[in-house]
């Protein structure tokens, strides 16, 4: 019996992801770098959430979020590097369809929340530096559990009609992806019918999400510079400057793969080699969770002091 049986509605039973095409024969080696970096995401996000989770003077607006940031980054990266690194490793490529649309519904939502955490600490910045005698009263726990809870929804209700625009859709028996993972417009491809619809939505959703969300970052950070340059003192100009470039930094590592993906994804498909568009697809899932950690680990320093007296209690007690 086959294992890629043909529903009544025309769904395939299963999806077979291929990995990266025309590098077949690479696979083996590619997984090794992708697979150092995933454990250095595990590591370093791991560690941020231990050290700001023991830690009760690092309880504040600035460094939750950044929790609630690596918590993001965990989830996005343990989505997909499993399930590739079986692609690369092992050619276990097989996965039901009810868990590739689990596995793309995961994918977008958490990026889809992952920018709401970065307009958030955008946010968080601009009342810090702004607003500094109202700092606590605006970002108290409540407000900032409040915002969390307003980015998980926006991110799910965004990202779950992708669900039932893939499941309207015939797809005639085709059930082999060029990728590693699953994602909203390598599902639709698969389709044997107009997927317009399809096309439309993720644009808007990708405008009304990331490019909103960049947008209102780029307008705080005007707000947030001119403050910063009126500043009398040039230590605290030092120091305001330093704790948003750390912000910036991370914006710059997610905002600049994920554009470019989606841009040649859907513009650049005849010009760009099919090979690349998987890779950009598996940077933007893995570069941000490597390299977060790393920014706020060297730039912030309560960050770093606290890191350094973890490993020197550590090494003591060994």
Avoid at 90 to 109: R, T, Y
Avoid at 163 to 189: D, N, Q, S, W
Avoid at 266 to 287: E, S
């Amino acid at each position: 019996m086959s294992a890629f049986n043909i529903s009544e509605n025309s769904l395939p039973a299963t999806v077979f992801l291929t990995g990266i095409p025309g590098l077949e024969a690479s696979h083996i080696w590619i997984a090794i770098p992708f697979c150092a970096m995933y454990l250095v995401a595990l590591a370093g996000n791991a560690v941020l959430i231990l050290i700001i989770g023991i830690d009760n003077t690092l309880h504040e607006p600035m460094y939750l979020f950044l929790c609630l940031l690596s918590l993001t980054d965990l989830a996005l990266s343990s989505t997909t590097m499993p399930k590739t690194l079986a692609i690369l490793w092992f050619q276990a490529g097989e996965i039901s369809f009810d868990g590739c649309l689990a596995q793309m519904f995961c994918v977008h939502s958490i990026y889809a929340m992952e920018s709401s955490v970065l307009l958030a600490m955008a946010f968080d910045r601009y009342v810090a530096i702004c607003k500094p005698l109202r700092y606590t009263t605006i970002l108290n726990h409540s407000v900032i559990g409040r915002i969390s809870l307003v980015g998980i929804f926006r991110s799910v209700a965004i990202v779950s009609p992708f669900i039932f625009l893939l499941k309207r859709l015939p797809y005639c028996g085709h059930h082999v992806m060029a990728h590693t993972y699953c994602e909203h417009m390598g599902i639709a491809r698969l389709a044997c019918a107009s997927i317009t619809i399809n096309v439309v939505y993720g644009l808007t959703v990708a405008l009304l999400a990331m490019g909103l969300d960049s947008i209102l970052i780029a307008i705080s950070y005007v707000f947030i510079l001119r403050a910063v340059f009126c500043l009398p003192s040039r230590d605290a100009r030092r120091k305001a400057l330093s704790t948003c470039g750390s912000h910036l930094g991370v914006i710059l590592v997610f905002y600049i793969p994920a554009f470019f993906s989606f841009l040649t994804h859907r513009f650049g498909r005849q010009r760009v080699p099919k090979h690349v568009h998987i890779f950009l697809a598996n940077l933007y899932v893995l570069v941000p969770p490597v390299l977060n950690p790393i920014i706020y680990g060297a730039r912030t320093k309560e960050i770093k002091s606290r890191l350094l007296r973890l490993l020197h209690l550590r090494k003591g007690s060994v």
